[in-house]
């Protein structure tokens, strides 16, 4: 008799060939998991580097435009009273800047002063010839084409376009209490924020003076100037300001004992040992020496 043949046997997955792979699988979760919070650590600390230096550029922009321009007044192309339009004939400047309302004069130690956190600019504004604005129209141009308008501002964006020929004055303040540096000016009474996370503000007035030995230059801080009323004359031998500014993030890192910086004032500071919002976060420092337009130095 023919017999069929008998079914090939099954195996299944034991119990231990099961528990290896579930702990195999669990390992590599593990690992893929570890790989994945150091790379979103590093991604967040190069993120919050890279937010500190574009706040640092910005605000030192802003306040170098305004002390760049400080003391600054009207180039009269015309001091002769003729009719020559060459920009290129000789020029004469103001000592004062008296505006066409009337209302408005300032004097060169007026147009510059402050503290060892707070700093206050000025410079005269005045119309000017532009193109594509609404207007009063220059001489022989159409209105809609070319006109005449304010255009310089404030560190806030003040005064408006229609407002006349004034001084420009930009008051920066650092606020410790929220951490903030500030700015108002020209009618605005309410400091506005212009970057945050701020550990510290400093600026140092860069001092000319001239004897018989000849020139020097001394870094004086804010605290050490006297006021314009009552000595005008160090004020006008202001020559530049020396802005220090420390900025820090927002991303709690790990940092080994003894991570430091060295602040405006030459002191370490240990990031590991600060408190609050500060603790563990990176602190970066930033220093530009701005020379005022009006000045020179001999």
């Known amino acids: 008799m023919k ?35 150091v790379s979103r650590g590093i991604s967040g600390t190069v993120s919050d580097a890279s937010g500190i230096q574009q706040q640092g550029a910005y605000v030192m922009r802003v306040i170098g435009q305004q002390l760049r321009q400080t003391g600054s007044l009207y180039l009269n192309p015309n001091p002769t009273g003729g009719s020559n339009t060459d920009v290129l004939s000789p020029v004469a400047f103001e000592i004062k800047a008296d505006g066409v309302s009337g209302g408005n004069s300032f004097a060169q130690e007026s147009t510059l002063a402050g503290a060892s956190d707070t700093v206050t600019t000025g410079f005269r504004r005045y119309a000017d010839n532009v193109f594509m604005v609404a207007g009063t129209p220059a001489s022989g141009a159409s209105a ?27 008051i920066f303040t650092f ?53 314009a009323a009552t000595d005008p004359t160090t004020w ?23 991570s430091a910086y060295t602040d405006c004032t ?21 220093r530009n020496t701005f020379q005022l337009r009006s000045q020179g130095l001999i």
């Open 266 to 286: 030459g002191t370490s500071v240990d990031m590991t040992t600060l408190t609050g919002t500060r603790k563990n976060r990176m602190h970066l420092v930033f």
């Open 3 to 37: 017999t069929s043949p008998s079914p090939l046997q099954q195996r299944g997955v034991t119990l231990i060939e099961l528990m290896v792979g579930i702990v195999i699988g669990l390992l590599v979760v593990a690992v893929a998991m570890g790989a994945l919070m």
């Open 144 to 170: 809609a084409t070319f006109g005449t308008d304010y255009l310089a501002r404030n560190c806030v964006g003040a005064p408006g376009n229609s407002s006349t020929d004034q001084l420009v004055e930009s």
């Open 175 to 227: 606020d410790s209490a929220k951490n903030e540096l500030q700015c108002r000016g020209n009618g605005v009474t309410t400091p506005q924020p212009i970057v945050q996370n701020v550990a510290q503000f400093q600026a140092l007035y860069v001092v000319q003076t001239t004897d018989a030995t000849g020139s020097k230059v001394k870094y004086t801080k804010g605290s050490d100037m006297p006021t």
């Open 236 to 258: 006008r031998r202001v020559q530049g300001i020396q802005v220090c500014l420390v900025l820090y993030g927002s991303e709690p890192i790990d940092m080994p004992a003894g």
